[in-house]
């Protein structure tokens, strides 16, 4: 048991596309329960600079994936974009991959600028100034 914020987002189901608030458990930043929607920011643990200015990926996982009006099943795994602090949009996740190996799977950098390559992520982003 880990401590982990949640994103409360609307989840519009495939299957009968009645939408829904989705619980997702994600865990970067400052991680203690924190409860966000789309456009907060991001809370940080003071002196921590590392997500300033840069786009990054997060892993998140929904806590109901079932759809209350017709029981259907949706993706668990989402894919949370927070731009220079700010969350920016939730979608289904599109390769999970992505987070293997990384900042403990919890999210990845974004390339910014010149195309960086999978897997060379840990370059200091930020370095623009
Ligand atoms: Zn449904």
Known sequence: MGAYNVLHTKVTCPNCTSGYTGRIQFKVGEVWQY??????????????TALLGVDVMVYGISENPVCP?????????????IKDLTIVECKLMVDPSLYLSVNQGCYYFLPVGPKTQPGQLNEAPGSKF
């Open 35 to 48: 409860d966000y929607q789309i456009g907060d920011v991001l809370k940080v643990t003071p002196g921590d």
């Open 69 to 81: 009006a017709c029981d259907f099943s949706n993706g668990e795994e989402y894919d949370i974009l």
